[in-house]
C-alpha cells in the first residue's frame, strides 16, 4: 500500500503479489492523506471484492501513521506489517545534517542480525540527535518483519523496500507528468487504472 500524489489530492493505491510472483493491481482510492478514516473502507471494499486474508497477508507501508491503523483496523491479527526498509532509514538520516547522512545510510544495516547492530546505532543517535533516535525505534520491530519469519533470504530482496510498487508510481508519473490540467476525478482515475 502506498500514496501517489496526482495532480491536487493523493492516491492510495493497494498492489497484491500472488504466490507466484505476479503482481496484482487491487485498487485505489482517492484522498487528501493516507488517513485511517478514508482507508479503512477502501480496505474493506477490497476484501467484499474478493481479497483473501483467510490465511494471512503480508502488507509493505512506507511507515505512514494512517496505513498502518487502516491495516491493522479491517485485518487485525491477519495481517503481518512491514515497513520499508529504505523509507526507515531515509526518515532517519533526514534529521542529520546533510554531511553526515551519507555515512549513516552506509551503517544503518539491513541483515538477519540487524537488531543488535540497529539497538547499537541507536545508542549512538541517541547521543547524536534524540529526533533520529527517536525516528530509528519508531516501528523498529515492523522493519525486520521479514527478518523475523525467517523469510529475509528468500523475500527479501523484493520486499525489504515497496520498491514493488513505487516502480508502478514512476509508471504512472511518466504517463502522467505532461497533464497540466486535470478535467475531473474521472479523468485522474481512467489515467491511474
Not at 33 to 56: I, M, Q, W, Y
Not at 100 to 129: I, K
Request: charged fraction near 25%.
Amino acid at each position: 500500500l502506498d500514496g501517489k500524489a496526482f495532480a491536487d489530492s493523493t492516491m492510495v493505491i493497494a498492489l497484491g503479489i500472488t504466490l507466484s510472483g505476479e503482481k496484482r493491481f487491487l485498487g485505489f482510492v482517492e484522498t487528501d492523506t493516507e488517513n485511517a478514516k478514508v482507508l479503512a473502507p477502501f480496505l474493506r471494499s477490497l476484501v467484499d471484492r474478493g481479497l483473501d486474508a483467510s490465511h494471512g497477508l503480508l502488507v509493505s507501508l512506507d511507515g505512514g501513521k494512517g496505513l498502518r491503523s487502516a491495516v491493522k483496523k479491517v485485518f487485525r491479527d491477519s495481517a503481518l506489517v512491514h515497513r520499508c526498509q529504505w523509507h526507515k532509514r531515509e526518515n532517519v538520516v533526514s534529521y542529520l545534517p546533510t554531511i553526515e547522512q551519507g555515512d549513516w545510510r552506509r551503517r544503518l544495516p539491513t541483515s538477519p542480525e540487524a537488531l543488535a547492530a540497529l539497538e547499537q546505532l541507536h545508542g549512538e543517535l541517541d547521543d547524536r540527535n534524540q529526533s533520529a533516535a527517536g525516528s530509528l525505534a519508531e516501528g523498529l520491530d515492523e522493519t525486520l518483519t521479514l527478518h523475523r519469519l525467517g523469510v529475509f533470504a528468500v523475500l527479501g530482496r523484493s520486499f525489504k523496500t515497496t520498491n514493488c510498487l513505487e516502480s508502478v508510481n514512476a509508471l504512472v508519473e511518466e504517463r502522467c507528468a505532461q497533464v497540466d490540467q486535470w478535467k475531473n476525478l474521472s479523468q485522474r482515475q481512467r489515467w491511474l487504472a
